[in-house]
T-cell receptor
Framework: TQLLEQSPQFLSIQEGENLTVYCNSS?????LQWYRQEPGEGPVLLVT?????EVKKLKRLTFQFGDARKDSSLHITAAQPGDTGLYLC??????????FGTGTSLTVIP | KAGVTQTPRYLIKTRGQQVTLSCSPI?????VSWYQQTPGQGLQFLFE???????NKGNFPGRFSGRQFSNSRSEMNVSTLELGDSALYLC????????????FGPGTRLLVL
């Protein structure tokens, strides 16, 4: 079983639409990271959130860490075709071990 | 700085064979983690090495092993390959203190026939 569940698993939207991806767990994490992965490549880090309730913005992307540090969300405003990819959340627990979510595959149609 | 490099990028093997994958971390990084990525299971943690010592281990059978050299380069070995070992194997490096940002390489795609 996955420690982190992401929803939705697949998402196909039109350019200009908004979307939210959720990353949920029953476990507490000391930090949570979001990555984007393109086909044939390794994941690329987008953001790290550390404090419960923390909100970070990266241009059109808004990341939030839940108050209890068990869940997180990624909101994209006015999606563009360049946002297409696999979005992964990853939670850090003890040591240097990260637990990855199940992934959300996003397709933005021009 | 050069990023994380992995060799080879693609590999085809047959069942029963063994394979060794290589990872060179970012210069100065001392921690190397290995992950297996498959469509069905997503990204699964294999193990993490720091200063030539295995510091964390995931829930994989003993056929999966690794090591780290004094220059922080790491190798991963899979013995007696099974069809289910077909996957993208990703290596990630970080400076070495706990819970720091991990930087991923492009991965090695292994196909077992």
């Amino acid at each position: 079983t996955q420690l982190l569940e992401q929803s939705p698993q697949f998402l196909s939207i039109q350019e200009g639409e908004n979307l939210t991806v959720y990353c949920n767990s029953s476990s507490v994490f000391s930090s949570l990271q979001w990555y984007r992965q393109e086909p044939g490549e390794g994941p690329v880090l987008l953001v790290t959130v550390v404090t419960g309730g923390e909100v970070k913005k990266l241009k059109r992307l808004t990341f939030q860490f839940g108050d209890a540090r068990k869940d997180s969300s990624l909101h994209i405003t006015a999606a563009q075709p360049g946002d297409t990819g696999l979005y992964l959340c990853a939670g850090a627990k003890t040591g240097n071990q990260f637990y990855f979510g199940t992934g959300t595959s996003l397709t933005v149609i021009p | 700085k050069a990023g994380v490099t992995q060799t080879p990028r693609y590999l085809i093997k047959t069942r029963g064979q063994q394979v060794t994958l290589s990872c060179s971390p970012i210069s100065g990084h001392r921690s190397v983690s290995w992950y297996q990525q498959t469509p069905g299971q997503g990204l699964q943690f294999l193990f993490e090495y720091f200063s030539e010592t295995q510091r964390n281990k995931g829930n994989f059978p003993g056929r999966f092993s690794g090591r780290q050299f004094s220059n922080s380069r790491s190798e991963m070995n899979v013995s007696t390959l099974e069809l289910g070992d077909s996957a993208l194997y990703l290596c990630a490096s970080s400076p070495g203190r706990f819970q720091e940002t991990q930087y991923f390489g492009p991965g090695t795609r292994l196909l077992v026939l």
